[in-house]
């Protein structure tokens, strides 16, 4: 069995930062790729941020530049550092990690979700 448990989220102003970690634990073999998607109300979730195990870095466009997304793979932990957070980035911020078993399946799993709010 394998979990993922994220920090909590919180309340910020507009302009502050909040830093995120999602740690995994359990039956892990390997970690591919590690993530951050968001849900806020009455919309889809998104994809926030993607790291792979090799340390390649994707991003949405609405966090470029504001976003850095990071991982420890020696504690199997993904983190997000959130800069410069407009009140549009409220939303429900979910980990995601595709582990690989050793028959080379892959797995995906989700953290049980962080609000963060952010104040005009």
């Known amino acids: 069995q394998v979990q993922l448990v994220e920090s909590e989220g919180g309340l910020v102003q507009a302009g502050g930062s909040l830093r995120l970690s999602c740690a995994a634990s359990?039956?892990?073999?390997?970690?591919?790729?590690m993530g951050w998607y968001r849900q806020a109300p009455g919309k889809q979730r998104e994809l926030v941020a993607t790291?792979?195990?090799?340390?390649?870095?994707n991003y949405a466009d609405s966090v470029k530049g504001r976003f850095t997304i990071s991982r420890d793979n020696a504690k199997n932990t993904v983190y997000l550092q959130m800069n410069s957070l407009k009140p549009e980035d409220t939303a429900v911020y979910r980990c995601n990690a595709n582990l690989r078993s050793s028959s080379g399946t892959i797995y995906s799993y989700w953290g049980q979700g962080t609000q963060v709010t952010v104040s005009s």
């Open positions: 790291i792979t195990s090799g340390g390649r870095i």
């Open positions: 359990g039956s892990i073999f390997s970690i591919n790729a």
